[in-house]
């Protein structure tokens, strides 16, 4: 069994402004959502595969995501040992709420289609709900990934997140369960989805003191009350419609990311906590995963219902938090 836990920190600085905008003007104008993955000498033929197809499938899915593009390191020599299935280091944005909610309102007026952002911003109430309970920042941490996706931020960050794989790791790389193999590309798909989007200001290291991750506006105790930001024992699910529908639990259980599902080896998920070898997951429409992308601003053409960097918005600077799959 393992858990998607993360920990430990790392601070580094990216590339450069000058090779960033050499390293954009050789990119390709599109006009949806293009994933770029680069692999280093440690990535089978295999692994490269299967993360392209997860790719494939991430752009299909989100296909309505217009104009971005994300850049993603591969590499299985990346400090992920031991227990530990995967880990990434993801750049991550803060805005005022108002902006934050006012872009969310600006996406979903452009994307009536995308029925998970409708609901998720009219749930929103147009002053922070926890600037004053216990939360006295402003801010709202997302990955860059994310505010690209709202029209927050324009252009590559060129490198949006690095995911190391474990070498040491026994992985199924076809997407077909396996007796005692962890499937490799549901590794990716809940690595991908957190350098998109997916996270928690509860998860220790986050670096904005007193802020939230875009999706902790969406954690709820019951119909029309939201869990506390705060306490990541209270038990809490995620909803787009204000506590309305419960999608999906969140995990509870210290180690694992609090923004992850609680574990379900017999119906597993891509983000769950603790993930068991044997099994496989279909990410779809139909996934929990699908409706946190959707209600953060990826848009995508089906049917209706980590790490941090720190930049942009109103805040300097850059710092790194390791996030892994850990034992």
């Avoid at 670096?207 to 954690?219: C, L, S």
Wanted: proline share 4%; hydrophobic share 35%; with cysteine.
């Amino acid at each position: 069994m393992k858990k998607d836990g993360r920990s430990g920190n790392a601070r580094h600085w990216h590339v450069g402004a000058v090779g960033l905008l050499m390293m954009l003007a050789c990119m390709p104008a599109r006009a949806d959502l293009v994933i770029l993955p680069t692999y280093d000498g440690t990535v089978s033929a295999a692994a490269q595969t299967a993360f392209n197809t997860v790719v494939s499938l991430f752009e299909a899915t989100y296909s309505g995501t217009a104009n971005m593009t994300v850049g993603i390191d591969v590499t299985f020599n990346g400090g992920c040992t031991g227990g530990c299935l995967g880990q990434s280091t993801t750049t991550l944005v803060a805005y005022s709420y108002s902006q934050w909610y006012n872009a969310m309102g600006a996406d979903a007026a452009a994307n009536p289609g995308n029925t998970y952002l409708a609901a998720g911003y009219a749930s929103l109430p147009a002053t922070n709900p926890y600037a004053n309970a216990g939360n006295p920042s402003d801010y709202v941490g997302m990955t860059y990934a994310n505010a690209q996706a709202l029209g927050l931020e324009s252009g590559s960050y060129f490198m949006d997140s690095t995911i190391a794989f474990n070498p040491s790791q026994t992985f199924e790389y076809t997407g077909t369960a396996t007796a005692g193999d962890y499937d490799f590309m549901n590794t990716a798909e809940h690595e991908l989805d957190e350098a998109l989007g997916i996270g928690s200001g509860l998860n220790p290291g986050f670096p904005f003191p007193g802020a939230n991750m875009a999706e902790d506006y969406f954690r709820y105790a019951s119909n029309g009350v939201r869990g506390s930001s705060t306490d990541s024992t209270q038990s809490v699910y995620f909803s787009y419609d204000g506590g309305l529908t419960n999608v999906q639990t969140f995990n509870t259980v210290s180690g694992g990311d609090f923004n992850d599902w609680a574990q379900e080896c017999g119906t597993p998920h891509v983000q769950d906590a603790f993930t068991c070898s044997g099994v496989a997951s279909t990410y779809d429409s139909n996934s929990p995963e699908f409706a946190v992308m959707s209600t953060l601003g990826y848009d995508g053409t089906a049917p209706e219902p980590g790490t941090w960097a720190l930049m942009g918005g109103a805040l300097g600077g850059l710092a790194l938090l390791r996030r892994r799959v850990a034992r």
